[in-house]
């Protein structure tokens, strides 16, 4: 276990469903990430929140929607997929946004599967 | 804008030597951190190594170095005496100032 974790590991959904990912923290970190690897592909960085509050959204569709209530807590709302958005989704945190010193702790992820 | 390149994509190594693998960053940034990253089967990212752009002796962690020629840009890493558990995928990344990206990664096979 590395301090973060990711529920479900896996999950299979329908284009038409409605589903939530959950990732969650207990070490002190205060910036949440939420990354997609698909395959073939390098990892995408989709969102930032810094102190629950949201600082980047790289441009990704308003089917994912991602929810922070607090600094542990991270959430990817997901409806109307498409079978293209099939793929793990990585959640990561880490103690500052700001510090180019400080990596990223990740979970195991989800694999997403939309059919 | 940030870029990591890692030019190989599938390496073979026997057990018990030594393998590197390459990564090459692009930053106009002064201050940035250079990390590696194995990613097993299972899907986790592990974090194995990390090297500060101001640090001047080249990051070790156990069987882990990295090769960091600053000049050049690269920051390459080194697996010493593989293990067949170092069969995985190993991604090179960068963070500078705030957002990790990382490069396509590396797929290791280590064979008995």
């Not at chain 1, 498409?82 to 700001?98: F, G, N, R, V």
């Amino acid at each position: 276990e590395t301090g973060v974790t990711q529920t479900p590991r896996h999950l299979v959904m329908g284009m038409t469903n409605k589903k939530s990912l959950k990732c969650e923290q207990h070490l002190g970190h205060n910036a949440m990430y939420w990354y997609k690897q698909s395959a073939k592909k390098p990892l995408e960085l989709m969102f930032v929140y810094n102190f629950k509050e949201q600082t980047e959204n790289n441009s990704v569709p308003s089917r994912f929607s991602p929810e922070c209530p607090n600094s542990s807590h991270l959430f990817l709302h997901l409806h109307t997929l498409q079978p293209e958005d099939s793929a793990l989704y990585l959640c990561a945190s880490s103690l500052s946004p700001d510090r180019g010193d400080y990596g990223y702790t990740f979970g195991s992820g989800t694999r997403l599967t939309v059919v | 804008a940030q870029k990591i390149t890692q030019t190989q994509p599938g390496m073979f190594v026997q057990e018990k030597e030594a393998v590197t693998l390459d990564c090459t960053y692009d930053t106009s940034d002064p201050s940035y951190g250079l990390f590696w990253y194995k990613q097993p089967s299972s899907g986790e990212m592990i974090f194995l190594i990390y090297q500060g752009s101001y640090d001047q002796q080249n990051a070790t962690e156990g069987r882990y170095s990295l090769n960091f020629q600053k000049a050049r840009k690269s920051a390459n890493l080194v697996i010493s005496a593989s293990q067949l558990g170092d069969s995985a995928m190993y991604f090179c990344a960068m963070r500078a100032p705030s957002r990790l990206s990382f490069g396509a990664g590396t797929t290791v096979t280590v064979r008995a």
